[in-house]
């Protein structure tokens, strides 16, 4: 489904992100990204995105090589992918209900769908009782389980997180992963980017390590060799 | 396509009044450039209105000889008339002239008494206006052909009050009044378009997480500037109304402060019978910066 072919990012400073890397993810697949900081797994992850062009190489979606959809066409691949982020970004003009809307209104969702899928994906969360708050109502734990909520609630094909437990404590951690493994077993492809080793242990599945810009180890279940 | 139309608005809504600082900010700069630009307009109207006063004001006069007919006068007047950079000629009569004279001098008994004694030493007056102040020149040099004197050729014109140093300066004046009043009014109009793009982009720069966002859940170019566009437009005209609100008691204040020299402008009665332009006008110059400052300020967070 995602394949980086030899894909080298070289920053305008000179600074290398990643260096020939090569490898695919396949439908539904759940893994772990893992590297010390600075490692590439940001960059990767927004190569995914279409936020970042590689220097050499290639990132393809099936058959599509992502760094060529133009940038009138970039807005359709992004609607089939989910994003998280440790520091949450949530709208902070805007209630619970809002942010999450957002996503559905941007892909031309209609109202009627707006009303019955944001309070189930808030349930799935377990923020039912939250849709009026606004995100500075709100504990980081909750304000990274309404980030999860926005990027799922258009059933996107591929989910990216990047540092999703960040700033969590070990409990909320847990069940931020819990989440994550639901999602994955309703099929939805699942990448993770963590240099916690607790998350990759929770995650259990495959796991790419990065070091440098360079993937040195693609293991088949969840190891932390850092 | 209606359903986004509906959506946009809402947002740009929403935005705008959960804005609170930014708005309000947004919202003062806006209101101080509609105010100078209104003030601008009814400058305009005002510089218009003094000097077509003034133009008004200057003509040539032609006083007569006591003995020049009435019937040659009045035949110089119609030649006077044919020509096209003349308005109007106005004719006073030796009688009128007389009258004229007395009434000036009544508080003085010798001019009385002398002007009693003797039959009226006064000729008739002719006031010549011109469509120009420039043309003052060539009638004057019209007046000093023999052809423009009588048919036989007799020198009836006693004097002729033109006073060509004061119309030249006033020429020189009206000129130079005009080009300075516009570079005034650039200079601060440009400043006005610097503030607001400023103040919009320092605005849009507070929102570019919420432009990342939108950009990273799939929304296009369209649906992310329409909510700022729709912001500039509510701003726009929020200020348009408070600057004529502004304006008003600083015309009654310009009335006042005007009122001992200026007899043929009135800054009040200009400002509510130019009211439904003048509204057009600033809500256009408003809604059509802050959406132009809009667009060039979110532009460079689309480029990703």
């Known amino acids: 489904m995602i394949f980086f072919d030899q894909v080298t990012k070289l920053y305008s400073d000179r600074s290398l992100a990643l260096d020939q890397v090569t490898f695919s993810v396949e439908k539904g697949e759940m893994l772990s990204i893992v590297g010390h900081s600075g490692a590439g797994k940001t960059t990767l992850l927004k190569m995914v995105l279409a936020e970042e062009q590689p220097t050499s190489g290639g990132v393809y979606w099936d058959s599509t090589n992502i760094n060529s959809v133009g940038h009138g066409q970039i807005h359709r691949l992004r609607r089939k992918i989910g994003s998280i982020f440790q520091e949450h970004r949530l709208l902070p003009n805007k209630n619970v209900y809002e942010n999450i809307a957002l996503t559905m209104e941007a892909s031309g969702r209609s109202d009627e769908d707006i009303a019955s899928d944001v309070p189930h994906v808030l349930e799935l969360v377990g923020l039912a009782d939250k849709m009026i708050n606004f995100p500075g109502q709100l504990s980081g734990g909750e304000k990274q389980r309404v980030a999860i909520a926005r990027a799922i609630v258009n059933q996107p094909d591929i989910l990216l997180a990047d540092e999703p437990t960040g700033n969590l404590d070990p409990v909320t951690t847990f069940e931020i992963i819990q989440i994550f493994n639901k999602i994955n077993e309703l099929g939805t492809t699942v990448l993770i980017a963590t240099h916690d080793k607790s998350v990759v242990d929770a995650v259990g599945k495959r796991t790419l390590t990065l070091e440098k810009g360079r993937l040195v180890r693609d293991d088949k279940h969840g190891h932390y060799v850092l | 396509m209606f359903t986004n139309q509906r959506r946009i608005w809402r947002s740009g809504l929403i935005n705008f009044l959960r804005g609170g600082l930014v708005s309000f900010s947004s919202v003062v700069v806006l209101t101080t450039t509609l105010f100078i630009v209104g003030w601008l307009v009814i400058g305009q109207g005002f510089f218009t209105a003094s000097l077509t006063a003034i133009q008004d004001r200057v003509d040539i006069s032609i006083s007569f000889i006591p003995e020049a007919r009435e019937e040659q006068v009045l035949g110089l007047k119609q030649k006077l008339e044919a020509l096209p950079e003349v308005v109007e000629v106005t004719y006073s009569s030796r009688d009128d002239e007389l009258a004229d004279f007395r009434e000036r001098n009544k508080d003085i008994p010798i001019i009385m008494r002398s002007l009693d004694e003797i039959p009226n030493p006064l000729g008739a007056r002719l006031k010549v206006k011109a469509t120009d102040p420039v043309y003052y020149d060539s009638i004057s040099r019209f007046l000093d052909q023999d052809t423009a004197l009588s048919s036989a050729g007799e ?150």
């Open chain 2, 155 to 304: 020198r009836i014109i006693f004097d002729t009050n033109y006073r060509k140093t004061d119309i030249d300066q006033l020429t020189a004046f009206i000129s130079s009044t005009r080009q300075f009043g516009s570079a005034i009014a650039l200079v601060l109009i440009f400043i006005s378009i610097i503030t607001v793009f400023g103040t919009v982009s320092l605005a849009i720069h507070i929102s570019r997480e919420e432009i990342g966002v939108m950009r990273l859940v799939g929304a296009d170019n369209r649906y992310i500037r329409g909510p700022f566009i729709v912001e500039g437009v509510i701003a726009g005209l929020i200020s348009s109304v408070l600057a004529l609100l502004v304006l008003y008691p600083s015309v009654i204040w310009a009335r006042r402060v005007t009122t001992s020299f200026v007899d043929q402008f009135d800054f009040l009665n200009y400002y509510l019978s130019s009211l439904p332009v003048l509204f057009l006008i600033i809500a256009l110059v408003g809604a059509g910066l802050s959406i132009l400052a809009s667009l060039w300020a979110v532009r460079k967070y689309l480029k990703v």
